[in-house]
């Protein structure tokens, strides 16, 4: 079993290492939303988190922890649409429990609407190959 900072020291090397131009475009999405929000300031918060993660565990995690409204929501905040913006799998995917099961059956979409249970679809932990 890992100590807490093996887990720690494995899942640094699976985040995503952006590049300069990737850093600007990300703090001008940023800059931007930021500027032109008005609503509720938990939406823009969390908004600016999915920003923040997107690179790091790709799309295709994002639409399995959110529901299609609330994408819609967090790309109109962002003006961006994420399956352009991000990777369909990001360095971390491997850490998102929902998604390696969801890998695992032969219909994804089917486990996004929920057509497919899977358990503990909003939770991350250690990389497979990491000792989970």
């Known amino acids: 079993m890992a100590t807490q900072n093996e887990r720690y020291e494995r899942n640094l090397t699976l985040l995503y290492d952006r590049s300069f131009e ?26 600016l988190g999915m920003l923040r993660i997107g690179h790091h565990f790709g799309w295709r995690v994002l639409v399995l922890i959110h529901n299609k409204r609330t994408l819609r929501k967090y790309e109109q905040i962002l003006n961006i649409e994420i ?4 990777r369909d799998e990001g360095p971390s995917h491997e850490r998102s429990l929902g998604y390696m099961a969801t890998k695992k059956i032969s219909n994804f979409w089917k486990a996004v609407s929920g057509a497919i249970k899977i358990p503990h679809r909003r939770s991350i932990d250690e990389a497979a190959d990491g000792g989970a």
Request: net charge negative; proline share 0%.
């Open 83 to 86: 399956r352009s913006f991000f």
């Open 22 to 47: 990737e850093e600007a475009e990300l703090v001008r999405v940023e800059r931007q939303a930021i500027a032109n929000f008005s609503g509720q300031l938990e939406d823009l918060e969390a908004a």
